[in-house]
């Protein structure tokens, strides 16, 4: 089993970890653990190239976290690092407007070359990768551990109080080529 990089308690790099930890799942041949000199050269490379978007950018993604835009800049720079994937904006593409029935079909999606990079918004904003969609459960991991969400407690359309609130804007699956 891979297990997900550590973020620790740094809660404003949750989307350039679920970024690489989506990366590292789907390309276990090419990045190892934090050792690995590999996936450090690439977290390196990953660094500076935030900060070639602005001066002290990366500050500012450490103590203010990541919006979609930054997200999807993190896997285009992985592109250009040479490792080949599709993604695809879930939200866009299930018409499903139940919760059961949309990560139901969502779960279609996932196969072994597949991962889906989610952001929630509520209870905080927090971007994670799931793995694994069973007829109840959300199976997701970031900062080092694999958790787990009843489908019963999340929120796509935002109808609901006290629940897990993806935004469907913020929902990516990842496919290996």
């Known amino acids: 089993m891979i297990l997900p990089l550590k973020q620790n308690q740094l809660d404003g790099l949750c989307g350039l970890m679920s970024a690489v930890n989506a990366l590292r799942f789907l390309f276990p041949d090419c990045l190892g653990d934090e050792e690995d ?4 050269e690439l977290v390196s490379k990953l660094v500076d190239f935030i900060n070639s978007k602005q001066f002290d950018a990366f500050s500012y993604l450490w103590k203010n976290g ?3 835009d930054s997200v999807l800049s993190f896997l285009d720079f992985f592109k250009s ?3 080949y994937f599709e993604v695809y904006n879930l939200g866009n593409r299930i018409k499903k407007t139940d919760e059961e029935g949309f990560w139901l079909e969502a779960r279609e999606w996932l196969d072994e070359q597949s991962i889906i990079i989610a952001g929630f918004c509520d209870p905080d904003p927090h971007w994670t990768c799931i793995k694994h969609i069973s007829q109840n459960t959300l199976y997701h991991f970031d ?4 958790v787990w969400t009843s ?8 109808d609901k109080d006290d629940d897990w609130f993806f935004n469907r804007k913020d929902i990516f699956l990842i496919r290996r080529l």
């Open 143 to 146: 900062s080092s551990v694999y």
């Open 37 to 40: 000199p590999r996936t450090q």
């Open 81 to 83: 690092e040479g490792f």
């Open 66 to 68: 990541c919006e979609r």
């Open 151 to 158: 489908i019963s407690d999340t929120d796509t359309i935002h």
